[in-house]
């Protein structure tokens, strides 16, 4: 994949520069992620929460799919060996540091009450 103007070191550190924006990351590393169980987690507006993730898409950091009205994101597979570099160490970071941890145990406590909400169904035991 070529770089384009945007996969720029200088732009690739702003992007990341941001705590809303490593929150983000730090929950989509744990795998596909709809926005509305990123704005619970987070506790912040869908609105905020979604021009991060416009930021984070153009940085080449995240891809984005539609399924109906929901809107899912995930880590983006990046070519670039500056970019795999920043963000193996920037996942390492995430597991030893305490506040991100906290974050997704409470993500993963609401995932599971968002998707019986969507499912329609209640928690299988």
């Not at 970071?93 to 406590?109: D, I, L, P, V, Y």
Request: aromatic share 6%; net charge positive.
């Amino acid at each position: 994949m070529p770089l384009s103007d945007n996969a720029e070191p200088a732009f690739l550190f702003h992007t990341l520069s941001d705590p809303t924006r490593l929150r983000l990351l730090n929950l989509l590393a744990s795998g596909e992620t709809c926005v509305c169980e990123l704005t619970d987690s987070l506790r912040l507006v869908q609105p905020k929460v979604s021009r991060h993730l416009a930021h984070l898409k153009r940085a080449g950091l995240v891809e984005a799919r539609r399924d109906g009205k929901w809107m899912y994101y995930r880590w983006a597979k990046h070519g670039d060996p500056l970019v795999r570099h920043v963000l193996s160490g920037l996942r390492e970071w995430m597991t030893k540091s305490a506040r991100m941890n906290g974050e997704r145990r409470r993500h993963e406590r609401i995932c599971c009450r968002i998707n019986r909400k969507k499912s329609g169904g209640t928690p299988q035991k």
